[in-house]
């Protein structure tokens, strides 16, 4: 994994650096595929003569190396440092920046894991914790001017009403007051969006959604450009220990690689599936959440700041309630009622009483009769007819 050869990269397109970036053939056997370096530890030269910096892979392992690589150079970015869940990720950058008596604007649709890994542990250490609509510029302006923030935590798309937030006028507002921005960019992925590039200060991902692509991995990375709080995250990354295993760095080097391809299809997937959708009867479907409809709020500003899709997952209210909505999600037979989304094939649920229960009686609650579908790349026909006929068993 030299330098030199990434370096013959630096000027291609996502999709290309996504496939060679970090994948350097392996220079004994000529392995096309960066092998799984499936070793705790690695043999010195004499005491501390070690092979490429390599000792003991909590700290340092190649398979893990290559991935990091791979998504810096996909994000356009310095530095991507990869750990074993994305919460895992949120936790140790917010771990090795804050300290009690720091405070983080947090946006009030945000993935329910981050609001409970805040509010439960980061606000008992002694961080403060304020939610606002982070898509509200005004009320984000008025936040800052009453309160130091070291953070202002983004998510856009939102989960789950896919509410968009501007990066760049939030980095600018968050800037002028001496706070940071970070994006958790999990949703529209590097495929479509790029926060460092609009001003924001780091991106967190959860791997596990459509990074790794495939449901088969939980995993998570740090995404920056500033060498100090790399440096930060890197020695907290090694002294808590929440490292990927070598197998799971595989599996996300091999979704990274089609990640371009399989986002456009699962942004088209979604918008033809948000469209039918939309063109029910109102007694059927309330509402739809999507950012590539126009009825969407943020509509304009996601095609400003989304590049080729806005995404893959699609909200919907039922108009028949909470309970229609739990019987909807058992009655489809191509969508799989489970949690977690990003992954190649459709899944449906009801975030009230599965993904978003922890949020329940707090300004993160979510509508009842809210289900999220996320779209996966199987015919769009064939997942449309298939809501069809279950709204139909209503
Ligand atoms: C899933 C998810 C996370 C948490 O990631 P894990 O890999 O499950 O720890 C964080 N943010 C968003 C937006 C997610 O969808």
Redesign the pocket.
């Known amino acids: 994994m030299t330098a030199a050869y990434n370096a013959q990269f630096a000027e291609t397109a996502l999709a290309t650096r996504a496939i060679h970036a970090g994948q350097e053939p392996d220079p004994t056997t000529g392995a096309v595929v960066t092998p799984i370096y499936a070793t705790s530890t690695f043999k010195q030269d004499g005491v501390l003569g070690l092979r490429g910096g390599h000792d003991y892979s909590r700290s340092i392992n190649p398979t893990r190396t290559s991935f990091d690589e791979q998504l810096a150079a996909v994000e356009g970015a310095k530095y991507a440092l990869s750990f074993s ?6 936790d140790v950058l917010l771990r090795s920046t804050l300290k009690p008596g720091d405070n983080i604007l947090l946006g009030n649709d ?2 329910g ?2 609001y409970r890994l805040l509010a439960k542990v980061f606000v008992p250490w002694g961080v403060g914790l304020d939610v606002v609509d982070i898509t509200d510029p005004q009320a984000v302006e008025a936040a800052l001017a009453a309160k130091p923030y070291r953070y202002i935590w983004v ?1 856009t798309p939102s ?1 789950p009403l896919l509410n968009i937030t501007d990066i760049a006028l939030t980095a600018e507002l968050a800037h002028k007051h001496g706070a940071k921005v970070v994006v ?1 960019n ?2 529209a992925s590097p495929a479509l969006q790029h926060p460092l590039d609009d001003g924001a200060d780091a991106v ?1 991902y ?4 459509y990074i790794g692509g495939h449901s088969d991995v ?3 990375a740090v995404v920056l450009n500033d060498p100090d709080v790399r440096d930060q995250v890197a020695f907290l990354q090694n002294a808590a220990g929440a490292v990927p295993s070598p197998f799971d760095s595989w599996l996300d080097i091999r979704g990274l690689k089609t990640l371009d391809l399989r986002v456009k299809r699962h942004s088209a997937n979604a918008l033809k599936v948000a469209q039918w959708l939309e063109s029910q009867p109102s007694d059927v479907i309330e509402r739809v959440w999507y950012p590539g409809l126009e009825s969407h709020p943020g509509h304009e500003i996601a095609a400003r700041q989304m590049h080729g899709g806005f995404g893959g997952i699609v909200s919907v209210q039922l108009a028949a309630g909470a309970e229609a909505a739990k019987r909807l999600v058992d009655h489809t037979t191509i969508f799989t009622l489970a949690e ?3 992954g190649v094939e459709s899944l449906i649920e009801v975030p009230a009483a599965m993904t978003h229960a922890s949020v329940s009686g707090t300004t993160l609650q979510v509508p009842d009769n809210l289900i999220r579908i996320s779209v996966g790349i199987e015919d769009a026909d064939d997942l449309i007819a298939d809501l069809d006929q279950a709204l139909a068993q209503l």
């Open positions: 869940s994305g919460l895992a990720a949120i945000v993935y894991g981050t998510e989960n958790d999990t949703f967190v959860s791997t596990t959604k939980v995993g998570g977690s989304l990003g």
